[in-house]
């Protein structure tokens, strides 16, 4: 029997699948690459076939180092058997994904903590063709717990002796039982909220006495009781003032394995709060100062016609002047009822002389160049007012749309040369929560690293410009951002790096590389977003941008 060949249809649809395939392909690399965990790919004997930099770090190895070993080899020994009996376990099937708690042996030899999520990935007759491992580092979490577990045996020992380690620990440390009430309560506590350890044991954190500024901090504290761990900001109020409070919340189980608790750990992180806002607004002002010349000049251009204008109808006037003193006098005469020849021959002289028609035409003109000037010029500075702003302490309901048009304004310069921007903004986009001066950051940031990439391509754009388009919409739970541009794209060999720290492909003295990490920082760790791309050589990027929509009735635009 001849074989069939496959139909066109066949052959598009694959081309179709294959594409998306090495697309979905890249943005697994990507999140996988970035990821803040440790994370790898693992053979069923327990070779590592691919590891993130993040397991690198946390492990001490390099990328080849830790490819030449095998899960084994790098876990601590006492904890080896559990992790092969969890191993077998999914191997056979008797349990789709587990997770423990282990001990790897960093490269300096010393033990690092680990909590392992391991699932299948892949299936090769009815047996997963690899392992998916996730690797959180719980080292100083195990540490706390091992502190908390020993101030307890002392405590029983020598409760005196206890409480002086306990009050020794610089940080605030306070424990709690299972139900959240207060068990614990160190010396930094009782200095940072001017309670004693008397006068809160036994309450919760809710009553305890502690001025709480959030007005959710009943839900926020509860959820740490459903909880294993949490990171936390929480205001409250001290002397009369606002402070910030930095937490962290596990569960512990104490050194008699009878009870669990939690076990919160903290500083007052008020003036560290304010030097991040400082910094933030620095580098706010920095950016201004970086577009000052261009927002400069674009305000320098409409002003200059306006004061053409201004001086034009200032040199028209003594003609305008003359003109209507001689009709003032035509209708004093015409009123006595006799105009004289002299007054007539007067006034049509002077409206020869004034050019009236001329006036009649550019007069009008002027005066509307010379408004559309100002509102020009009000609607830069009300931009750069808003951008600059340096915001609030916490977020806020923020227009997207609003702040990427703001932004789009008075970075103007730094793209009008050499590519037109449009933007195609949903008007029904709900508000999202967002920090509003960081937020525009990265805006900025993204614009003028699209502007740059366009630059590239097309030099100063004499001979053609190139196109970022801003889009925004929503989708499900999330708001979407995306910015596109039609420069060259990003090379395969540095896309795994562009979010790191002050990488770069910008001349010395045109970029600290800072751009793109700050992004990332901003929406994925503030905004508890996602921030990727896609590119394709020779045609463009697109950045993404996604920042959850509060829930259950966002607040729309009217």
């Known amino acids: 029997m001849s074989e069939i060949a496959d139909s066109p249809d066949d052959t598009s649809s694959r081309i179709v699948l294959q594409k998306a395939l090495r697309e979905s392909e890249q943005r697994f690399q990507s999140a996988f ?15 590592w076939l691919q590891v993130n930099q993040a397991l ?37 099937g008797r349990v789709r994904v587990y997770q423990l708690e282990k001990r790897y042996l960093h490269k300096k030899g010393r033990a690092v903590w680990g909590l392992l999520t391991v699932s299948p990935a892949g299936d ?133 394995d009878q009870g669990v608790g939690l076990l919160i750990t903290g500083a007052d992180i008020t003036e560290r709060r304010h030097l991040e806002e400082q910094l933030r607004q620095a580098q706010k002002l920095e950016a201004i100062g970086q ?74 003109r002027a005066i509307d160049q010379s408004l559309e000037g100002v509102q020009r010029v009000a609607k830069i500075v009300h931009a750069m007012k808003e951008f600059s702003h340096p915001g609030l302490e916490e977020k806020c309901l ?53 502007a740059y990439a366009i630059r590239q391509v097309v030099g100063d754009g004499s001979n053609g410009k190139g196109k970022i388009v801003i889009a925004t919409r929503e989708d499900q739970n999330w708001v979407e951002i995306s910015i596109r541009d039609t420069g060259g794209g990003v090379p395969e060999e540095i896309q795994s790096r562009i979010f790191e720290p002050f990488f770069t492909t910008k001349p010395v003295g045109q970029g600290t590389g800072q751009g793109l990490a700050l992004a990332y920082t901003t929406i994925v760790r503030k905004h508890r977003g996602r921030i990727w791309f896609e590119t394709v050589k020779g045609k463009g990027t697109t950045f993404f941008i996604r920042l959850p929509v509060p829930a259950p009735n966002p607040e729309r635009r009217s």
Request: charged letters at 20%.
């Open 56 to 92: 690198c770090t946390l492990l001490g190895y390099t990328e080849s180092e830790l490819l030449a070993t095998d899960f084994q080899s790098v876990t601590h020994p006492d904890d080896l058997e559990k992790s092969l009996q969890s191993l077998r376990q999914l191997l056979e």
């Open 291 to 364: 577009l000052a010349a261009g927002i400069a000049h674009e305000i320098n251009t409409p002003t200059q016609y306006v004061g053409d204008n201004t001086t034009f109808v200032k040199q028209s006037w003594p003609g305008i002047s003359e003109m209507a003193r001689a009709a003032q006098r035509a209708a004093q005469e015409s009123a006595t009822g006799s105009l004289s020849s002299e007054t007539a021959v007067r006034l049509r002289q002077c409206v020869e002389k004034a050019d009236l028609e001329y006036l009649l035409e550019e007069i009008p």
């Open 398 to 450: 923020l227009d997207i749309n609003r702040a990427i048009e703001t932004t789009v304004t008075v970075a103007r310069n730094e793209w009008k040369y050499v590519s037109d921007v449009v933007t195609e903004l949903d008007p029904a986009l709900p508000r999202v929560p967002c920090h509003g001066g960081e937020f525009n950051q990265v805006i900025l940031n993204l614009l003028i690293n699209a």
């Open 124 to 256: 090769t007759a009815g047996k997963p063709a690899c392992l998916v491992a996730q690797i959180q580092d719980i080292t100083k979490r195990k540490q706390a717990q091992e502190a908390l577990r020993e101030s307890e045996a002392q405590l029983r020992a020598a409760h005196a002796e206890s409480e002086l380690f306990i009050n020794s620990v610089p940080s605030i440390l306070i424990g709690t039982d299972a139900s959240g009430q207060i068990t614990r309560w160190n010396l930094s506590a009782s200095n940072t909220f001017g309670l004693s350890a008397t006068a809160v044991r036994g309450k919760s954190l809710k009553d305890c006495g502690i001025k709480w500024l959030d007005p959710h901090i009943d839900a926020e504290i509860d959820s740490w009781l459903r909880m294993v761990s949490r990171s936390v900001t929480l205001p409250f109020e001290k002397d009369g003032s606002q402070h910030f409070l930095g937490l962290t919340v596990n569960w512990v189980t104490f050194a008699d």
């Open 33 to 47: 690459q970035y990821a803040g965990i440790g994370m790898a790919l693992v053979e069923p004997s327990g070779r």
